[in-house]
């Protein structure tokens, strides 16, 4: 996932099992506190839907956290390991000590979400423990099939394809995952190299010159600023690819799913704004503009949330 400042390390498992309304209630703050833009689309959802999608952001950003957060690489796999016991005690049926996955698991089930899609998310999230580079664009790929191709798809049947649409819109979701990371990547190379991390393929930075060096410095060279225009516009690749899949939603869903669009590619304008130089400051969409995105789709939310709503009586 990757959005949003960096966070503390997770709250450990509480001693007894957490409630449900506690446990979506504390996905709600992570979300809040750590995904703000895409926390404001979620607004123009249904209130009903907004839970399930705070879930899926929790657990993500709880694993994410894991990864990043521990100063041992053995330390975060047991924590990584303990992560996943609970969560598969919890799609057992089984009571959990654990702040998050109360939530998580209640609308995996709810929804029928693949749990091959969690599998991979986790295979991921262990492949941060222990990869640093990646060589090529398609093994990067790899690795974003599952920290973020398959959070589009886990929040799919949440977001309610149309029923003609459902197996066609698998594929935009993905698309829409693949381009909020990249843009992610892209906004953060000097966080991620602080981790020792650099999510931009090698191949790329021998392409355009760059050494790993310059990725350190307070401003970027032109080389470095090639590069990073080059990761744009695959990024709006992915965007284009992703925004068929939107009128694919029940309307009650589209309003949010145009607004995190816009927020998120919003980002790449910024970019694009300070000369794709990504090193003197971290791109931020303004926050008048943000709110101007949310209002801008707020009456198409409202009214396709009523309009859901007239649900006419069937006399036999």
Same mark, same amino acid.
């Given at each position: /996932? ?11 498992? !509480?001693? !007894?099992?957490?409630?449900? !309304?506690?446990?979506? &209630? ?5 979300? @809040? ?12 959802? =249904? ?5 399930? *999608?705070?879930? +899926? ?14 100063? /041992?690489? !053995? ?12 969560? *598969? ?9 654990? =702040? ?8 995996? %089930? ?5 749990? @091959?899609?969690?599998? $991979?998310?986790?295979?991921? /999230? ?5 990869? #640093? ?7 990067? +790929?790899?690795?974003? &099939? ?27 979701? %993905? ?34 010159? *760059?050494? &790993?060096?310059? +990725?350190?410095?307070? %401003? ?10 080059? &990761? $744009? ?14 009128? /694919? ?35 931020? *969409? ?17 009214? $396709?949330?009523?309009?859901? %709503? #007239? ?6």
């Amino acid at each position: /996932m990757r959005s949003g400042p960096a966070a503390p390390p997770p709250v450990p498992p !509480t001693p !007894t099992p957490t409630t449900l !309304t506690a446990s979506y &209630e504390r996905c709600r703050r992570l979300h @809040a506190a750590y995904g703000r833009s895409y926390y404001l689309a979620t607004r123009l959802l =249904p209130a009903w839907k907004r839970p399930h *999608v705070h879930a +899926l952001y929790g657990f993500a950003r709880y694993a994410d956290e894991i990864v990043d957060s521990f100063a /041992m690489t !053995t330390d975060r796999a047991v924590a990584l390991d303990g992560l996943t016991a609970r969560l *598969v005690a919890g799609v057992a049926g089984d009571p959990i000590s654990d =702040p998050v996955l109360p939530a998580f698991t209640h609308t995996l %089930r709810a929804f029928d979400v693949d749990l @091959a899609d969690v599998d $991979a998310f986790l295979t991921s /999230m262990r492949a941060d423990l222990t990869v #640093r580079r990646y060589a090529t664009y398609d093994e990067l +790929l790899g690795y974003m &099939e599952g920290s973020a191709a398959v959070i589009g798809t886990m929040m799919l049947p949440i977001l309610e394809p149309l029923p003609h649409a459902a197996d066609r819109a698998r594929e935009p979701a %993905r698309q829409l995952g693949l381009a909020f990371q990249l843009t992610n990547f892209i906004r953060d190379v000097s966080e991620d190299l602080a981790r020792g991390r650099i999510y931009l393929p090698l191949a790329d930075l021998d392409k355009f010159g *760059v050494a &790993e060096a310059d +990725l350190a410095a307070r %401003r970027a060279t032109p080389a470095v600023r090639e590069l990073v225009a080059f &990761e $744009a516009d695959r990024a709006r690749d992915h965007y284009r690819q992703a925004l068929e899949g939107i009128d /694919m939603l029940a309307p009650s869903s589209r309003p949010c799913v145009r607004a995190a669009y816009e927020l998120y590619s919003g980002i790449l304008h910024q970019v694009e704004a300070a000369g794709h130089d990504v090193l003197a400051g971290r791109a931020r *969409v303004p926050r008048r503009r943000r709110l101007a995105i949310f209002a801008r789709h707020l009456a198409a939310a409202s009214a $396709a949330d009523r309009a859901e %709503r #007239r649900v006419t009586a069937e006399v036999p």
